[in-house]
């Protein structure tokens, strides 16, 4: 059988007026009737299974109760769906929806992303990216705008970042504990802030462990693949 949600008018039917229903189920009964009398709306609302109607809430209230998503190309990795499953579950816990807007790597395709979400009356919007980097974001952003795993160039918007260098020297960590003492890094020659937190981790560990140090063991490379790289193979790395 199908399951519907109960209305305000089901909760009328337990002896209560529908205005006195609305106005205890959204908090603002006070001084309207007693305490007690709250309770049983509550209670009736609990047993009928009421939900509010939330395009009439927005409608009355001229405001939504909807958070944008807007990731830049990260759908397409490995972490994607429990990212945006925990987004979503967090949204919920606090009552609101979540809307997911996936767009490309580029000023124009982030403007029609946000663009999107406005049209869409979204409150808030996270913007996230599938690697650590700085982007432009269009000049007409909105300003209630959170980042993550990246940050604007012009520092306008928090923003909530890895510590590359520390994270990076957790992994470094482990093979100078093992003994290794001839240790290469490859790394792209972005200049992101991940590249760059990375490498100065790698220079610690090489003093740290005693590492040796030389140019043929650091490569920085824009392939889109490390298997394009040969290393080098007249020594243990």
Not at 16 to 40: D, F, H, I, N, Q
Not at 115 to 120: F, G, R, T
Not at 135 to 156: F, H, K, M, W, Y
Request: a negative charge.
């Amino acid at each position: 059988d199908l399951v519907r949600s109960r209305g305000l008018g089901d909760v009328y039917k337990r002896q209560v007026s529908t205005s006195l229903a609305s106005l205890v189920l959204s908090g603002k009964y006070e001084g309207r009737c007693t305490p007690e009398t709250a309770e049983v709306v509550r209670k009736a609302a609990r047993d009928l299974g009421y939900k509010a109607n939330r395009l009439a809430r927005s409608l009355r209230k001229q405001s939504t109760r909807v958070l944008g998503l807007l990731s830049i190309e990260v759908a397409t990795t490995p972490y994607a769906g429990e990212m945006i499953m925990a987004a979503q579950q967090e949204a919920r816990l606090k009552d609101y929806d979540l809307l997911f807007v996936e767009v490309g790597n580029s000023l124009e395709s982030i403007q029609q992303g946000l663009d999107l979400l406005s049209e869409h009356q979204a409150q808030g919007v996270l913007i996230f990216s599938y690697f650590h980097h700085a982007i432009d974001l269009p000049s007409s952003t909105q300003r209630n705008i959170v980042c993550a795993n990246l940050v604007d160039s012009e520092g306008l918007f928090d923003s909530i970042v890895p510590n590359e260098s520390d994270s990076f020297m957790q992994t470094l960590d482990l093979l100078g504990k093992a003994g290794h003492k001839s240790v290469a890094l490859i790394m792209d020659s972005s200049g992101h802030p991940a590249s760059v937190g990375r490498v100065e981790a790698f220079k610690v560990a090489q003093e740290k462990y005693g590492w040796e140090k030389s140019d043929s063991l650091m490569h920085f490379t824009m392939a889109v693949s490390y298997t394009h790289l040969t290393l080098p193979t007249n020594r243990e790395v």
